[in-house]
């Protein structure tokens, strides 16, 4: 009987507690209505076009479906066939893995470099060379100027010059020779990384509190390397942020500038990345399940890569 009392007694404890605190979330449910009104138009668009597409995504990597039949399942089958059966997928990914780790660091400091640099110049100077930096990322296919320059013939640029100069007999092959084809799609896309990320960075370092180096300066700050370590870089730790996400996805995302230069598929899938695997089965093959799976291998591959990147960034000014 009296465990029943205790019993009841620690019901009644927890009910009020649990009351309260549902009357808590929905006083400040009311309190802000204004702010949730306001928000509501982009939550709406970002649950229907990102969130519900990513879960459907995930969901079907479990099924057979090609468009016509009706999804089957098959449960881990296409993430077994990716791994264990899929040797271009395994070429793919190595070459994604390349891209992130080579093109996305390089070009992540080589954007907080030049914004660095550039915030340093006058008003009318830093405008001028932001355009000239940013212009190549908002150019659309101005990439395709690449094809002149590594053109096969003797007529490319770069054959031209080594031909004239006599460093080579006769002109290379450079986007049909596999030994050239990774490395030249690299250097296009660090060209053109220059974009978002930069334009974060400037912004980034024109709202820095001018106090906070004076201060620094008080406190035994010597040099401006230290300046950048201690103040610079905490006090644009969103801006960082947002630069690193940007950077992964590009790094990750390699899919047009591959196409454009190499072809679809290159020579040897020397340039074949996950994206445009996942674009052969998606939008050629039409098997949208295992299309589904190689878009869940990616997006974990952000995921960690983000987590990654969120870990090495709380680090900064310690």
Request: positive net charge; charged residues 15%.
């Amino acid at each position: 009987m009296q465990t029943e009392t205790n019993v009841t007694t620690a019901k009644d404890a927890i009910r009020p507690a649990r009351q309260s605190r549902l009357a808590r979330i929905g006083k400040e449910l009311n309190r802000s209505k204004h702010y949730y009104l306001l928000m509501s138009p982009y939550m709406i668009i970002f649950f229907l076009f990102t969130v519900i597409p990513v879960v459907l995504s995930l969901g079907l990597s479990f099924f057979y479906f090609n468009m016509l039949e009706f999804p089957r399942f098959v449960g881990w089958q296409n993430y077994s066939r990716l791994f264990l059966n899929d040797d271009i997928f395994m070429i793919a990914l190595k070459n994604t893995l390349m891209f992130a780790v080579i093109t996305g660091p390089i070009s992540y400091f080589a954007c907080f470099v030049f914004a660095w640099i550039i915030n340093e110049l006058s008003p009318k100077v830093r405008a001028f060379m932001t355009l000239i930096f940013y212009a190549p990322s908002i150019s659309g296919n101005v990439f395709f100027i690449w094809l002149i320059v590594f053109s096969g013939d003797s007529y490319g640029y770069l054959n031209g010059f080594l031909m004239k100069s006599g460093f080579i007999l006769e002109p290379i092959q450079w986007l049909l020779d596999e030994k050239y084809i990774l490395p030249i799609v690299m250097i296009v896309q660090l060209w053109l990384s220059l974009g978002t990320s930069f334009l974060a960075f400037i912004a980034g370092l024109q709202t820095i509190d001018k106090t906070l180096i004076e201060a620094g300066a008080v406190d035994g700050i010597k040099n401006r390397w230290q300046e950048l370590w201690y103040i610079t870089l905490p006090s644009m730790r969103p801006q960082l942020m947002f630069g690193a996400v940007m950077q992964i996805t590009a790094s990750f995302a390699v899919a047009d500038i591959s196409i454009a230069l190499a072809g679809f598929p290159s020579v040897n899938y020397a340039a074949h990345t996950v994206v445009t695997h996942l674009m052969d089965f998606g939008t050629i093959r039409f098997e949208m399940g295992y299309a589904s799976a190689i878009a869940t291998v990616l997006f974990f591959l952000m995921i960690g890569s983000n987590k990654l990147t969120q870990k090495l960034l709380r680090k900064v000014g310690e």
